[in-house]
């Protein structure tokens, strides 16, 4: 679904799919509900949504908090405050995705990350990708 929805230069806006209880700026998410910048997007237990910004395509996982900052159409930061999140972008761009412990910033055209109270979980197949724990100096840098 994500794939598809990049392969299109003009993939629709907004939410593409949902299941279960979804909330857009707290309020009930719908097919027609358009997700920008700036907004935060919740789901509850067992649901789920996926939605496109700009060129990214969005996975939100159950029992998650995403809240979405940026301008211009693009959601370069990214901050999942608990939950689970797959992300899939357009080349070219920077992003920053922060969970509970720590910050990852890429260049890369998708990752997932796990957030908990006391961990972060974090894959990306990009060839850059750095890493900071929260009040910390970079970790590492590929």
Do not use: W
């Not at 799919?17 to 997700?35: I, M, S, W, Y």
């Not at 109270?117 to 900071?132: E, N, V």
């Amino acid at each position: 679904m994500i794939g598809a929805a990049l392969a299109q230069s003009d993939a629709a806006q907004g939410m593409r799919k949902l299941r279960g209880e979804v909330l857009v700026n707290g309020q009930p998410a719908n097919k027609r509900t358009v997700v920008r910048p700036g907004d935060t997007v919740t789901t509850e237990a067992k649901s789920f949504a996926t939605f496109v910004i700009g060129q990214d395509a969005f996975l939100v996982r159950g029992d998650s908090r995403l809240e979405l900052s940026g301008s211009g159409g693009l959601a370069n930061v990214l901050r999942l405050v608990t939950g689970k999140l797959l992300s899939v972008y357009s080349k070219g761009r920077p992003r920053e995705i922060a969970g509970v412990t720590a910050t990852i910033g890429t260049r890369g055209t998708g990752a997932y990350m796990e957030t908990a109270p006391d961990r972060t979980y974090f894959c990306t197949p990009a060839a850059r990708a750095h890493a900071r724990r929260r009040g910390c100096h970079r970790l590492r840098g590929a």
